[in-house]
């Protein structure tokens, strides 16, 4: 029989009201720091607009352009304004001062970027679309909006270093409480074990009613059992319960939910019936009806989607003015050892599965799949081209596919197309493999920098497609093209 909460039974009031003012002081400093950072961002956005008027209007810069001559500070003073109140707006649209990721320097630069990246654009927007006397200088435009990300990342990280500081970083993390173990959370675990730079503060676990069904990880306390649930709650002054095990009976579920509101406590489920994707998951209701279930991840947004694809057309036309030299030398040393075309068509799968034609150097014999067979290159396989191997090895062979990217077809960064005959046995066998379709295939990805490429596991190979979709942001894209020219390990 499933054992279930006692009675409530009030605390000693001595104890509940430290607990009270414990947390309450550690959620007011949480509040206190969201001020102070939305302060000092807009300290330094005002400054580095100002900075940039004295660089466009008062130094050498004022000759380039025509100017109005009555461009003075006090008539620039509103321009200025809108610039300042726009980019705060923006900085508060990309979550910068949520309070669970104040200390994060990576979530805070990528929000940061997006919203440098789009206060320019805004403002370069209005300066043609509206008629400001006097008007907005558009290389004022590029030189404030570049200031303002660097001096706001340069702020923010020393202010993300001064958070994970102690006892700072012992005050901000919330006191997380396990109901119950599973895989998940020996993932949370390693996950949170570096400690200062996450929100969360692991304190203990408690079994399920029926007991646990995988046991805990040894590190992780065992504060004692089910039935003493509230009496943890108070003690150890919980500020999260998370529930892992989705054993526990419905009743119990709602039992333990209105425990944790009567003390306080934030409620949280562990959806383990979603094994991917998880940083899609979204509640929505239909007719009041709570559904939840995978819809939004990063490149589902339009926004996001129309950076990617900003990057992938100046990337890909710098790629092609680049690499044209590299495609004439390389494909005349092909056609010189072995007479044919010089370029290599394949059809590969791309987006929600639609098929298209990649481009490559030819590394091999024009015969090379004259008996059908559809696989990878080995180390030594006979086909290749003897230049074939510098071919691979630097990635000369991948220059056409800028083509590719330029057309839409593909993107800078992704996981690689494969070719559809591969596909439909993959698909039957490799967990999640058609999930790799939510974007657009790359030229390079994040399986690839890290060493899967051609014949390597598909299954890392997936995990790693899987957590780029996830967790994709444009400095993540930059990251993996830098990285990209470090690996160059030849692919077979």
């Not at 075309?341 to 059809?347: G, L, N, R, S, T």
């Not at 800078?412 to 790799?436: D, K, M, Q, S, T």
Request: charged share 20%; proline share 6%; with cysteine.
């Amino acid at each position: 029989m499933n054992a279930t909460l006692p009675p409530p039974q009030h605390p000693a009031p001595a104890t509940e009201a430290q607990r009270d003012n414990h947390r309450a002081d550690r959620r007011h400093l949480s509040e206190r720091l969201i001020v102070a950072a939305f302060a000092v961002d807009l300290l330094v956005v005002l400054a580095m607009l100002l900075f940039a008027y004295a660089l466009r209007f008062h130094s050498k810069l004022k000759f380039v352009g025509l100017l109005d001559d009555r461009i003075t500070l006090i008539a620039y003073s509103g321009q200025l304004a809108l610039g300042a109140l726009l980019l705060m707006a923006l900085l508060v649209k990309f979550q910068l001062y949520r309070p669970d990721r104040l200390s994060s320097f990576t979530y805070a630069a990528d929000g940061i970027a997006k919203a440098c990246f789009t206060w320019l654009l805004a403002f370069m927007g209005f300066s043609l679309m509206l008629r400001f006397d006097p008007s907005i200088s558009r290389l004022y435009c590029l030189l404030a909006g570049f200031e303002c990300m660097i001096g706001l990342l340069t702020w923010r990280l020393f202010f993300c270093r001064l958070l994970r500081r102690q006892p700072m970083a012992g005050q901000l993390r919330q006191r997380l409480l396990f109901v119950g173990w599973t895989e998940e959370c020996d993932k949370i675990h390693h996950i949170l074990r570096p400690g200062h730079r996450h929100p969360y503060e692991i304190i203990g676990v408690i079994p399920p009613p029926g007991g646990f069904t995988i046991q805990p990880h040894p590190a992780i306390p065992r504060l004692g059992s089910y039935a003493d649930a509230r009496a943890i709650l108070i003690r150890e002054q919980i500020d999260v319960a998370l529930v892992s095990d989705l054993s526990i009976g419905r009743d119990e579920l709602a039992t333990l939910s209105n425990l944790c509101e009567r003390e306080l406590v934030d409620y949280k489920i562990l959806p383990s019936a979603f094994q991917i994707l998880l940083s899609g998951l979204h509640l929505e209701s239909f007719n009041g009806i709570p559904l939840l279930g995978v819809s939004r991840l990063p490149l589902q947004s339009a926004f996001n989607q129309f950076l990617k694809r900003c990057i992938d057309i100046v990337g890909s036309l710098v790629g092609l003015i680049i690499g044209t030299p590299l495609v004439l030398l390389f494909g005349y040393l092909v056609h010189r050892e072995s007479p044919g075309p010089i370029f290599y068509k394949q059809v590969r799968v791309g987006r929600s599965g639609k098929r298209f034609t990649i481009y490559k150097i030819r590394s091999m014999r024009p015969d090379a799949e004259a008996d059908g067979h559809v696989g990878w290159s080995t180390p030594d396989d006979p086909r290749r081209l003897r230049i074939g191997d510098t071919i691979r090895k630097w990635n000369i062979d991948e220059i056409p596919q800028f083509w590719n990217v330029l057309k839409g077809e593909m993107s800078l960064v992704g996981p690689r197309p494969e070719r559809p005959e591969l596909i439909y046995n993959f698909r039957e066998v490799i967990p999640h493999y058609n999930a790799r379709h939510n974007i657009k295939p790359g030229l390079t990805g994040w399986a690839q920098i890290n060493g899967y490429r051609g014949n390597t596991d598909l299954t890392e190979r997936i995990k790693c497609d899987l957590f780029y979709i996830e967790n994709w942001n444009f400095l993540l894209d930059f990251q993996i093209m830098l990285l990209t020219f470090f690996k160059r390990d030849n692919a077979y």
